[in-house]
């Protein structure tokens, strides 16, 4: 199995870009989570997906951020102009049904200058 | 008062020392536990479930205390290869799945 796939696996963008980032879950797997971990304020669930659905987004930081899920195998994170203040590691994760473990991809490394 | 909480360390500790790391929870209807292990630069990875009665895990042992709402990890004879970040890791019953990571709590082992 490959596991969770993300890419890129670094980005350096310059304030204003948009910045996209993707991720491949496991395949079978159900649930699809994004996170954002910095230093300061550590691992941040952004947005969680079961069944390629969007069921909790709440940690979305504002409206720059938006997340997709059009199929069981594919999600993306798209942050819309990007700060300096997104600069973090992200990291999309998935497991196969609720109370199991998270698998995690190797995450991207965003840098925003 | 945070939903996961853990000491940030670092834990300094020689090699072969036991170790002990606590994790507090808020939520009472949380139902899965989990250690996860993230080294630098890296993603996490489970290191162990919790069960309610207690696990081991070679060197590893995880225990659940409901009542208190803890959670904790044991390391005996630490190696220098345990040095990481351990994650501790609560989610709620029910339909809506979500894990809440704790910020961990960093482990040096040294000669």
């Known amino acids: 199995d490959a596991g969770v796939i993300q890419s890129p696996r670094h980005e350096v963008t310059e304030m204003g870009q948009e910045v996209t980032l993707r991720c491949k879950p496991i395949s079978g797997h159900n649930s699809l989570f994004w996170y954002r971990q910095t230093m300061m304020r550590g691992l941040e669930l952004l947005i969680y997906?079961?069944?390629?659905?969007?069921?909790?987004d709440s940690g979305m930081p504002e409206d720059r951020f938006s997340a997709k899920m059009p199929n069981a195998s594919f999600s993306t994170l798209k942050i819309q102009p990007s700060e300096p203040r997104d600069s973090a590691v992200y990291f999309c994760?998935?497991?196969?049904?609720?109370?199991?473990?998270?698998?995690f991809g190797q995450g991207t490394r965003l840098t925003v200058v | 008062r945070k939903e996961v909480e853990q000491d940030p360390g670092p834990f300094n500790v020689p090699e072969g020392a036991t170790v002990a790391f606590n994790c507090t929870y808020s939520n009472s209807a949380s139902q899965s536990f989990f250690w996860y292990r993230q080294d630098c630069r890296k993603e996490p990875k489970l290191l162990m479930s919790?069960?309610?009665s207690g696990n081991e895990d070679g060197r590893f042992t995880a225990q659940l205390n409901r009542a208190s709402q803890y959670i904790s990890l044991l390391i005996r004879d630490s190696k220098l290869s345990d040095s990481a970040t351990y994650l501790c890791v609560v989610a709620p019953s029910g339909g809506s799945y979500i894990p809440t990571f704790g910020r961990g709590t960093s482990l040096i082992v040294h000669p």
């Open positions: 919790v069960y309610s």
């Open positions: 997906f079961n069944n390629n659905v969007p069921i909790d």
């Open positions: 994760a998935s497991s196969l049904r609720g109370h199991t473990e998270a698998f």
